[in-house]
């Protein structure tokens, strides 16, 4: 077993990784730019280097300055996380000849799947039923234009080395093909360094179904069930769970995608952690989307239905373990949810807002999860990307987890800057969310949908009471006229959610 | 104390007065009432009132505050009586648009120039935060007056990038 | 199902139903003493209503308050908690009197198992084993010393009434029966409202195991599984664990346990949650030590590794629903563990520690559950049970259990009070306790042989180094002399723990 | 800044000077090291040394402070150099303990009486506090002067209850 790992990350994964080592017995050593020398991840781990200033590209994303910390501290491994150098081979590859053991996958097997068109061909070639589309990335606006037409509109622009949704764009009409394949290239390129794109036919109205693999350095290969993730917007899970509501109903389908995921991921040679994500339509039938080869955002919803600690696997099988359970000795237990908690402003068409964490009032009890990167008084930074946290609970049924869920986000509140937190209460109320009808389209949808909040005339008076109290002990006395908020601000905020 | 406050943009009034932890008070027409106020935390105040129990968290918001009361949130001002003369001051602002920028982060592209005639809901800058490219966009129709923001430039949260007529 | 629930209780428990009854829409109504205006319980509840002054006798023990309560709020159950009126026949029937469903067993059940002389003859005649002694409560001294002699010194004294180890003496001579007689009666006295005490066989050393049971109002009546409650101080469980380490070897120690528990519970009618304790000799036999009629305050263990929520099946059973499953359908997965959160100094003899909370750091992340009753800024009141929290865990096995809950202390902190969270720490680093060889006298073993902590040189330089940061930007320029602790402390302090 | 410290009973030096978040110190007489120190809560110090990460929480106690760190604890007091003599302090209050009220209670008992002679570990007085009973002991063998406790008296925390010489 490893004696001292290296986190090339920041955040709530950093801590998740650092709480696992911990447990384990293994060194931790935190890496942190200039905006993160407070950060938790520094603060809880046991050893801390410094890569650089803020921006990513100057600190997380270099891979010579990590190496060179790993060196200095001593590290025998390194966990990438998620985001930032977790899928990028030459990362894995710059490890492996420092000596150092990355925890996933090879560097090939990150490289076939990184390739979104490569991975196509790959499974295809496995039976694995795909989207239709390009098994390349497109050369120009011609041959866009070319296939997008032979695969009939609308269809799904894709960065080839993407994730998370960027570089991503649906287009209805011919007419915006072009301003999409330049705004998606664009994206691409920033976010990953390619430009590459290529193009799917676009299922309407999909779920986002996914299945977590975990394989060993011995040949075994195992799936630990599906994740359903098609609470999403703009491209970004927003909720996701275990059980799939559509895989609860029909039980077939677990073992039918699992047993497509394990075959996509031995095509590729793949151990360690990794995900199979699928688009499901609206007769069932699922198709290969894309892999992502490394440890994902939601693994707790399998974590806590399963009973598995998949970091710890991670950590054990990429030290050359052997899984130590075999496919028959899975069990799924109960239901699982998680809500990601992102700093951006519901109420203003989900803006980002960074700034000083003033108050933070933190869920627990029964069967509740948070897997958290801040802390009050710390400050978010601007630089990197929005997610504070992820609220996860488990419960016997969906219904009672979704209960939980509501009841833990009544006990959360972060003050100072803006969360999503009030926006996940609307959608767990939702009655098409309770039945389980879910499509990667909803939250769109239910924006349109849903009205304003009801405002209860008993609660206002005792709003205006406490916010009088308030004002009297915090203000000086008024003596000039106030600004009232910009209409502009009002406006818009009525407007985008309506 | 009398005052008139603003509760999610609309006028009530609301007279208290407090000794201890008892607060009586009237909001609006509503029948007078007895509250139990305890200051539980910084900005918390736990309230019991007609045997039910609230806990409402207060935050600055601007000039008001907002307040946080079992999952509902309300924008809320005190508004001075002696300056309060109705709504004229609202009126006197309609026609103009600030375009501010709601977070701190980076002008990645200007949509529009000075000028411009803009509909509702054209876009008009675009501001990359947190990895994210944000389109703000024009909430009503009008014509570009000025624009202070430019591409690659780094701007704080409220600053003025464009205005509109 | 109920409308509306009171909870006549406060603290982590009280926060506990609280969190049930939200999940399950069901109304709540706090209660609260003057000492606890701004407790969470108070704070977390739909409605609330004042019971009286301070001290419980004038609150949380007045039945008529806590029905008229009731009355006012239209609350048409009452949660009873543990402690206070939780295992009191006659709140029991009062709350039956008054058309309200006391979510616990009947009033009968309770006299019968509340008495523990007459608990010992019902479930004796349904030939469960119980500890060598009398089988009614002793008149003088006189019959005293003539059943202490007849069963061999050492021998326990116990409160008839009792529970949570008030009201417990061992005597190991004759010489000092006398003495422990009068301190177990006044005890009982004050605790209980009566002076009655038996007297049973010592068993050296055993372990405290207990199975928890569950029946609805149709006759079904089934059993969770044991927890191990060996790890006490002055009778006081401190640490509990599911599985027991014992029965986790021997496992058909867990049917034989249950199977007996069961039949015991069935021999009083009881229905609702309720907990057979056994203790456990040398030789792996059982012996009947009393029925907690009641939900116990180390519940968690076993719903962490049943996957049940207790108190929601408490007030499913109460409201009339069947029992959801029957005892083949129930499994037991992983391993957990529970720490006890008290108010006391563990440097200073566990001296209770009630005051303001001045900080507060709480953990979490996967596998920790925390039900805390406490948050930063609260005064903890010196009228009550010292109980801070329950922090519990669960993991995939014992060891990782144990090694999880030190990483979750490790990041638990509260300031302004002196609290066990060091204590912990040691004990489940203890070579024995890893090793699973427990016993009721396992802290007092642990006290004796545990050395102090041997201080780490690097780690005094950090601490200096901060402490002088601090005292610069915390203290007046000192011109005076500083008083020292007084030595009474520090010596009383060092030959205590010695 | 060069002070003298006891921490854990042990006297030591310190030598510090603060330069921003880099604090260059010597402890003892081991090396002149470099740490980054940073105020990240109230009371809470998260300090980088020699690769090291430390997070150090600070808690008044008594005229000192607790430094908690990696699951020690360590009490700390910085000496004025001026007043500082060489523990010539601590023998003086040797002789005399004062039995105080490590936390705020009711006296349930008092098990001894002015001019008794007392052993060590000798029950003193009996305060229930937090619903349980706490029989205060003799730390050594000594003389009761005097005895402030009375049965069924309500005590603050640091009271005294009684005085052995």
């Not at chain 1, 200039?34 to 100057?58: I, T, W």
């Not at chain 1, 990184?114 to 239709?132: D, F, H, I, N, W």
């Not at chain 1, 009002?490 to 985008?496: C, P, Q």
Request: with cysteine; charged share 25%.
């Amino acid at each position: 077993m490893f004696r001292k790992v290296l986190i090339a990350n920041r955040g709530e994964i950093a801590v998740r990784v650092i709480r696992a080592l911990r447990e384990m017995g293994i060194g931790s050593v935190a890496v942190y730019s200039d905006a993160d020398r407070a950060a938790l991840h520094v603060r809880m781990a046991d050893e801390a280097a410094r890569l650089g200033p803020p921006p990513s590209s100057e600190s997380y994303l270099q891979i010579e300055r990590i190496l060179e910390a790993a060196r200095c501290h001593g590290a025998d491994a390194v966990h990438p996380g998620y985001g930032f150098l977790a899928e990028n081979a030459g990362f894995a590859q710059s490890c492996a000849e420092a000596g150092l053991v990355f925890i996933g996958p090879s560097a090939d097997s990150i490289r076939r799947m990184g390739s979104k068109t490569e991975a196509r061909r790959l499974v295809k070639a496995q039976g694995v039923p795909v989207v239709p589309g390009a098994e390349r990335s497109v050369a120009d606006l011609a041959e866009a234009r070319a296939i997008a037409g032979a695969c009939g509109y609308p269809v799904m622009l894709k960065a080839a080395a993407g994730g998370g949704g960027k570089g991503m764009r649906r287009v209805d009409r011919p007419q915006d093909l072009e301003a999409a394949l330049r705004d998606a290239s664009s994206e691409s390129e920033r976010a990953f360094r390619s430009a590459e794109v290529y193009i799917e036919k676009l299922i309407e109205n999909p779920r986002h179904i996914e299945i977590q693999v975990l394989g060993d350095l011995h040949g075994n290969l195992v799936h630990l069930g599906e994740r359903e993730c098609s609470i999403q917007r703009r491209h970004q899970k927003v909720i996701e769970e275990c059980p799939s509501p559509l895989v609860a109903a029909h039980p077939e389908m677990r073992a039918a995608m699992g047993e497509a995921a394990v075959r996509a991921a031995r095509a590729a040679g793949y151990y360690n952690a990794g995900t199979i994500e699928f688009l499901v339509d609206a007769h069932r039938n699922f198709y290969f989307l894309e892999m992502n080869t490394r440890l994902q955002v939601e693994h707790p919803v399998t974590e806590l239905v399963t009973g598995l600690d998949l970091v710890k696997l991670q950590i054990r099988v990429a030290s050359g373990e052997p899984l130590p359970f075999r496919q028959p000795d899975l069990a799924w237990r109960g239901a699982s949810l998680e809500c990601r908690v992102y700093a951006e402003d519901p109420d203003h068409n989900f803006f980002p807002s960074p700034g000083r964490i003033t108050h933070l009032a933190r869920p627990s009890g029964p069967g509740v999860r948070l897997d958290s990167g801040v802390y009050e008084g710390f400050t978010v930074p601007i630089d990197y990307d929005p997610l504070l946290a992820k609220l996860a609970v488990w419960a016997e049924s969906r219904q009672e987890a979704i209960a939980r869920m509501i009841r833990a986000l009544e006990e959360y509140s972060v003050g100072g800057i803006k969360t999503n937190l009030s926006f996940f209460r609307r959608i767990l109320e939702d009655r098409e969310f309770r039945a389980g009808r879910l499509h990667t389209g909803f939250i769109e949808e239910f924006l349109e949908r849903s009205g304003p909040l009801d405002e209860d005339a008993g609660l206002e008076a005792v709003a205006a009471l406490v916010a009088a109290l308030y004002l009297r002990s915090h203000r000086e006395p008024n003596t000039g006229a106030r600004v009232s908020p910009a209409p502009w601000l009002t406006e818009g905020r009525e407007r985008l959610l309506r | 104390m009398n005052v008139r406050v603003r509760i999610n943009q609309r006028e009530a009034s609301l007279d208290y007065r407090q000794d201890g932890e008892t607060c009586r008070f009237r909001f609006e027409s509503q029948q007078e009432r007895d509250a139990l106020v305890a200051l539980v935390e910084p900005g918390v105040y736990s309230v019991l009132l007609d045997g039910g129990s609230f806990e409402a968290r207060v935050e600055e918001d601007g000039e008001g505050v907002c307040v946080s009361l079992r999952g509902h949130r309300f924008a809320v001002e005190v508004l001075d009586p002696r300056q309060w003369t109705g709504g004229g001051r609202s009126g006197h602002l309609r026609g103009r648009q600030e375009l501010t920028a709601p977070m701190p982060g980076k002008v990645v592209r200007v949509l529009v120039a000075e000028g411009d005639p803009v509909e509702a809901g054209q876009g008009l800058v675009v501001v990359e935060a947190m990895k994210m490219q944000n389109e703000l966009k024009a909430a009503r129709a009008g014509r570009v007056v000025s624009v202070a923001a430019a591409a690659g430039a780094t701007v704080a949260a409220g600053e003025v990038l464009a205005v509109v007529e």
